[in-house]
C-alpha cells in the first residue's frame, strides 16, 4: 500500500495524559500536513511541513501540541495534558511539491475520558 | 486569506435525482479548489479539483463541478444519485503556498 498510513486508528485516553500519533506520507511527497476534525465539521488545519522544515503552525496549535519531522519522511504529532475538548479525529496529508491536491490518511481518532 | 462556505449542511435527493451541493469561496489570490468525499470513520478522498484551464471538472464517479469566478463558485454535481454516493462533501481552496482550508462539509443523503 503506497497511500498515507496513520498509527494508530483509535486512542482511547484518560485526561492528563499525553498520546503520540504517527504519519508515514507517501514516499515522493515532501509535503506534510496535520488536520483536526471534530463530529460535524470540516478538517482544521493544524501545521505543515516541507522536508523536515515546519513551514505554518495554526493558532489552533496550543503549547500543548508539537508536530515533528526529524528525517523529512515520516511526522509525529504529540498531545501534552490530553484535555476532553482534544477528542477529535487526527487527520494527515501529504502532497509533492508544486502539487495541487493533497492524499489524506484514513486518521487517527482520539477520544480523551 | 482564503474560506470556503458550503450552503446546506445535509442535503437530501432520491435515488436518480440530480445531486447539486454548493460551495463558495474567497481568496485573495487565484485558487485551486477541490471537492473531497468522506465516508464515515474514513480519511478523504479527492472528487475532483479545478487548478487552471478548463472551468468544467469532471471526477469520480460521475461527478463533475464548474469553477465561476464572477460568482466565486464551485458547485458539484451529479446527474443522477446512487445510494453509494450518500457521505459527507468537502469543498476546499487552495491559495499559493498554503494549506488546504475546508468547508465544513455537507452531508449527502439519497432516499430510495
Known amino acids: 500500500d503506497t497511500g498515507v498510513s496513520q498509527d494508530p486508528r483509535h486512542k482511547i485516553t484518560k485526561r492528563g495524559q499525553n498520546v503520540t500519533f504517527r504519519c508515514d506520507p507517501i514516499?515522493?511527497?515532501?509535503?506534510l500536513y496535520w488536520y483536526r476534525q471534530t463530529l460535524g465539521q470540516g478538517p482544521e488545519f493544524l501545521t505543515y511541513?516541507?522536508?523536515?522544515?515546519?513551514?505554518?503552525k495554526s493558532r489552533l496549535l496550543s503549547d500543548r501540541f508539537s508536530a515533528e519531522r526529524p528525517k523529512g519522511s515520516f511526522s509525529t504529532l504529540e498531545i501534552q495534558r490530553t484535555e476532553q475538548g482534544d477528542s477529535a479525529m487526527y487527520l494527515c496529508?501529504?502532497?509533492?511539491?508544486?502539487?495541487?491536491?493533497?492524499?489524506f490518511g484514513q486518521g487517527t481518532r482520539l477520544t480523551v475520558v | 486569506a482564503q474560506s470556503v462556505t458550503q450552503l446546506g449542511s445535509h442535503v437530501s435527493v432520491s435515488e436518480g435525482a440530480l445531486v447539486l451541493l454548493r460551495c463558495n469561496y474567497s481568496?485573495?489570490?487565484?485558487?485551486?479548489l477541490f471537492w473531497y468525499v468522506q465516508y464515515p470513520n474514513q480519511g478523504l478522498q479527492l472528487l475532483l479539483k479545478?487548478?487552471?484551464?478548463?472551468?468544467l471538472v469532471k471526477g469520480i464517479n460521475g461527478f463533475e463541478a464548474e469553477f465561476k469566478k464572477s460568482e466565486t463558485s464551485f458547485h458539484l454535481t451529479k446527474p443522477s444519485a446512487h445510494m453509494s454516493d450518500a457521505a459527507e462533501y468537502f469543498c476546499?481552496?487552495?491559495?499559493?503556498?498554503?494549506?488546504?482550508?475546508f468547508g465544513s462539509g455537507t452531508r449527502l443523503q439519497v432516499q430510495p
Open positions: 496529508a501529504s502532497s509533492q511539491e508544486g502539487g495541487s491536491e493533497a492524499f
Open positions: 514516499s515522493e511527497h515532501n509535503r
Open positions: 511541513f516541507q522536508n523536515e522544515a515546519q513551514l505554518e
Open positions: 481568496s485573495s489570490v487565484p485558487p485551486y
Open positions: 479545478y487548478t487552471t484551464g478548463a472551468t
Open positions: 476546499a481552496v487552495k491559495a499559493g503556498r498554503r494549506a488546504l482550508t
